[in-house]
DNA sequence: TCAGCATGTCAACACCCGTTGACTTTTTTT
DNA sequence: AAAAAAAGTCAACGGGTGTTGACATGCTGA
């Protein structure tokens, strides 16, 4: 790896840490550039501004390849995988909060829902074949995201509690079997 | 209402609108002067900062009353008025819209927190009695929300459709009844 | 060794931000 | 009508923002 694919790398890197944790509009390129080690200019440099640096790092999402399942159940254990147990290795950020911490900016909200149309929501419609029931599933890794990150609420198990993980299943498979339109009757 | 009294609250509608849209860190203090036709200077004036108007504006927001309502059923009814009828009111934000548009920002997701416990939250956990269901029925409206403001996702019915509140109703039934830990044996 | 390119450094740019204090205007009270 | 209080105006402040271009340094091939 050249020098400068080094310190794009190193840029990548913090810029994903910070960007994906607080936000497009919440982290300046000066903090980028000091957490990289590296001058500031170095980001309009090698990624033509801050956008252009924000939008790369998006492009290191994880994806789903519809190739890899055979069956809208398989979904749920790549889906809790990707949105639960990887963000919780060090280093990487769960792919909700960046949706999150970007909502209320037009600018970065943009290539954000971009992204994630592309990687996820496509994918997953594929998979499921049915748009509504892959919108639900969504909802509701994002619904309980927000319950736990952003509003900090008690009751729902704590991600570090086993129990969580297969209530955040149980969920997914309830979302996925859920009858939509008209109501369902329920006891 | 003497001459301030009405500057004031023209601050406040302004940034009720702004604020409650766009989030705390995407507004600046000279819009919403703008917007209220009146200089910048009287916001620090009348609400010593920014925030402090920030601030004023979540004190506006309808809280939950649990006089009102005798058992959890009446509160689903109470919640899709309020998180989803009203909003659609001209003038009136979606509540839930503040919570996301300020989830990256430290200084502004606090405050939004403590509003969302104090008039929805602890409200909801005394008359549901359980704080994981009344949790649950929360994220089901957030995610709900998310995906259909934020990611713009297709397959939920949109909101002027008819069946869109009968859905967002069954949804929420089914989290009140919806059966935390151990996961629950699906079809 | 020296020219040429790649890479990194630095200071400055124009702009926007929230906040402040001195000032003028308007309203109310004496 | 004069004095006092309230309300509003204006310019400037210090500081942070993303971006740029001139310059210095490093490395590489002729």
């Known amino acids: 790896m050249s020098k400068s694919e080094k310190t794009k790398e190193n840029l990548l890197i913090a810029g994903q840490r910070l960007f994906w944790t607080r936000g497009f509009s919440n982290v300046s390129v000066r903090e980028i550039a000091q957490a990289a080690n590296v001058d500031v200019a170095l980001i309009s440099r090698y990624f033509g501004s801050k956008r252009g640096l924000f939008e790369a790092t998006l492009e290191k999402l994880p994806a789903i390849d519809p190739e890899d399942f055979e069956s809208a159940e398989q979904l749920v254990d790549a889906i809790v995988e ?106």
């Open 82 to 187: 990707l949105f639960v147990t990887a963000p919780r290795r060090p280093g990487e950020a769960s792919a909700l909060t960046i949706i999150l911490s970007n909502a209320g900016d037009p600018e970065s909200s943009e290539p954000v829902r971009e992204a994630f149309r592309r990687k996820w929501g496509e994918p997953m419609d594929r998979i499921i074949g049915d748009p509504a029931k892959s919108a639900l599933m969504s909802a509701a890794m994002i619904g309980v995201s927000v319950a736990e990150k952003v509003l900090l609420l008690q009751g729902i198990a704590a991600p570090g509690d086993p129990a969580y993980e297969a209530q955040l299943r149980a969920m997914l498979e309830a979302a996925l079997t859920f009858e939509l339109v008209p109501a369902v009757e329920l006891a």
